[in-house]
């Protein structure tokens, strides 16, 4: 009794709300999708209700949430979504995962289409239409090129991932500037194929795109890693996901020129350099942010370092 007693507390206390009487409140945790020469492309999670924390949040409710979040198990069921006059109905899988790709792109203008979902979607979500007239694009890992994270140092990466909010994580200074800037030279710049690619769990979603939008990137898709029993690889494994990912990505814009943006804490300049061997018309430059301790550190031809972009490193 006193066990059962002390987890409501805590419950009540942190904020969290209480599951109904008729059963567990649900929600969408819908990606955004991508419309290009290869089709469109749809996904998501269904889940119980999770929130993020707040940037009043201190480190311990943080925590409390952002685990919750990562160790939330996915449901079972149907989910309906819809954008523009267009709606579709799917059965997730025992994770809760869905997916949806189709051959043809939808017949829309380009910019960004909202995706309206049931369960009601856990953060807004939207549809890239890209303009057929803009030629650059951005690829861009997220953890050490944009968010200072600390990877290649396990403990602080856990700190800066766990306890702090995300909508107050720091951010590599310049680099959102510097987006925007390098966008500025399309005819349409917020309808631009740009892409934030991740092997961090997708059921980190809503965290990343607080600090995205609260740090001021240019709006993109935001592509993390599926991390279940049923899913390929593990979340160390990043080379052959981000492969996949973004080769997906120059199949679906051939006549864009990406500029790729990654760090050397993990494996960003071999991925990128595979890339770079694949796509060499597709790639209008590689930036590597500097961070592993070793100085001995492989680096690749063509690959430049994005201290010599911004004010600072």
């Known amino acids: 009794m006193f066990s059962k007693t002390l987890v409501l507390l805590t419950v009540v206390m942190l904020g969290e709300p209480l599951k109904s009487m008729g059963g567990d409140l649900r929600q969408v945790v819908v990606d955004d999708a991508w419309s290009g020469a290869t089709g469109v492309h749809f996904s998501g999670r269904l889940t119980e209700v999770r929130s993020v924390a707040e940037s009043r949040h201190g480190r311990m409710r943080t925590f409390y949430q952002t685990t919750r979040g990562l160790l939330t198990s996915g449901e079972e069921g149907s989910v309906t979504w819809r954008v523009a006059s267009w709606a579709w109905t799917v059965r997730t899988d025992d994770d809760g995962y869905w997916l949806l790709a189709m051959n043809q792109p939808l017949a829309l203008k380009s910019g960004w289409f909202e995706i309206e979902s049931e369960p009601k979607p856990s953060s807004p979500a939207g549809l890239l239409v890209a303009d057929p007239r803009n030629r650059i694009g951005i690829i861009s890992d997220i953890d050490d090129t944009i968010l ?129 061997e694949k796509f060499p018309n597709q790639i209008q430059g590689v930036w590597i942010r500097r961070v592993h301790p070793n100085p001995a550190r492989a680096r690749f031809a063509n690959q430049a370092d994005t201290a010599g972009l911004l004010p600072f490193p």
């Open 148 to 276: 200072r994270s600390e990877v290649t140092t396990k403990w602080l990466l856990l700190k800066n991932s766990l306890t702090v909010p995300p909508g107050n994580r720091e951010v590599v200074a310049g680099m959102a500037a510097h987006y925007q800037r390098l966008l500025a030279q399309n005819v349409a710049p917020e309808a631009s194929a740009v892409f934030y690619v991740s092997a961090s769990p997708r059921q980190l979603t809503d965290n990343v795109r607080t600090f995205l939008k609260n740090a001021g990137f240019p709006r993109g898709v935001l592509r993390l890693k599926e991390i279940s029993e049923a899913s390929s690889g593990s979340l160390v494994d990043q080379k052959d996901y981000k492969l996949r990912a973004l080769t997906e990505v120059f199949l679906s814009y051939p006549d864009v020129r990406f500029a790729l943006f990654g760090d050397d804490g993990e494996q960003d300049p071999e991925i990128y350099a595979a890339l770079q």
